[in-house]
């Protein structure tokens, strides 16, 4: 499936993107981190801290995904 | 309710223009303000602020969702700050009010809080060279 | 630390502006706002304010040295109405700013709930005729 | 002695005057209070909710007076 994925702050920087649209042979939110990871291997380092949205919702790592879904990885949140 | 996400300048003023105190007795604002040195002291020249500004909006909504059910307050407005803040400016302002004053301090503390939390909002601290 | 007991008009804004905000990163306000009916629901006219005035600045000076020592913050502004005060005016309005966030709520709410208990300060309602 | 008594909102009100001047054989803020009862019968009704201030701080009724002092009576406070 085709997904569009948004990329914020460290995350961005890391990849020099904010956005990407993937080609994705898996699953779940969790499975297309790990296939970004290997093409961006300076992602690695956030995978312990870093979130998920899945249409502009807080997801999972198990969240499964659809054609045309809108994902966001970014790190810990820091507003206010 | 009324949630601004904004490049321009924000102040505790321009937030209580965007409520309807008609009725109310209790009217609690905060404002978050840039500091002139980081967590470990170090002099910073100023923040530069980043968000995913649709789910940003559509996180803040849900929030002031939550204190309406919460604490019955209504009149809720909440501005932030992307872009390059200065030292000393707002980087966020959020204003309540509410009928009796107890709910307007609550409602306005979680909003802050929660904030800080799940809004997708990100804070880059520039030092000074 | 700023005080005022006056007959004229207030605001948040007039609070904000007797605070030295440098360096400080949170600052919370409380309006209390004239509410349009009594605690059963009979239409007000207006409200009238009395004052021991000297014992009030006294006590509200008070109140600032202890949010001082409880919460170490030190930019704390009050203003108080005193006279005829109109449906939907502020009749009180306290500003507190500090470094974090926590004190500045903490602070404001301890000053407005220890206001209403121990400052010399009358409220008449004037109903409706 | 001699002591000035201010009197504030609804004492005030029943007394019809907001500032008396006392000679007084007794010696506590109570027994001060006693003495206005009789003179002004309308405060009576007022005794158990009216607070007391000596020199501009809260007191008791125990508290002694001393000549010149400023004693203050008013009910509950209730601004804000």
């Known amino acids: ?80 | 309710m009324y949630i601004e996400i904004t490049e321009r300048a924000i102040s505790t003023e321009d937030a209580l223009k965007k409520l309807d105190l008609k009725g109310l007795g209790g009217l609690v604002t905060f404002s978050g303000i840039v500091r002139p040195t980081d967590i470990e002291g170090r002099p910073l020249s100023h923040l530069e602020y980043e968000a995913y500004t649709e789910m940003a909006h559509e996180e803040l909504h849900k929030l002031c969702q939550e204190a309406a059910q919460r604490w019955g307050v209504h009149q809720i407005a909440i501005m932030h700050r992307v872009g390059q803040v200065e030292i000393g400016e707002p980087s966020v302002v959020i204003a309540v009010a509410s009928e009796h004053r107890a709910e307007a301090f609550a409602a306005c503390r979680y909003l802050i809080d929660t904030l800080k939390q799940t809004v997708p909002i990100w804070k880059k601290e520039i030092c000074m060279l």
Do not use: K, Y
Not at chain 1, 16 to 45: I, K, M
Not at chain 1, 58 to 78: C, M, N, R, T
């Open chain 1, 1 to 80: 499936m085709r997904v569009r994925v948004q990329l914020f702050s460290l995350l961005r920087e890391a990849v020099g993107s904010d956005e990407l649209v993937v080609d994705f042979g898996g699953l779940t939110a969790g499975e297309l981190w790990t296939e970004l990871e290997q093409r961006f291997p300076a992602l690695a380092s956030f995978r312990p801290s870093r979130a998920i949205a899945v249409n502009r919702q807080h997801a999972q790592e198990s969240q499964p995904l659809s054609e045309g879904d809108e994902i966001a990885f970014f790190p810990p949140v820091s507003g206010g």
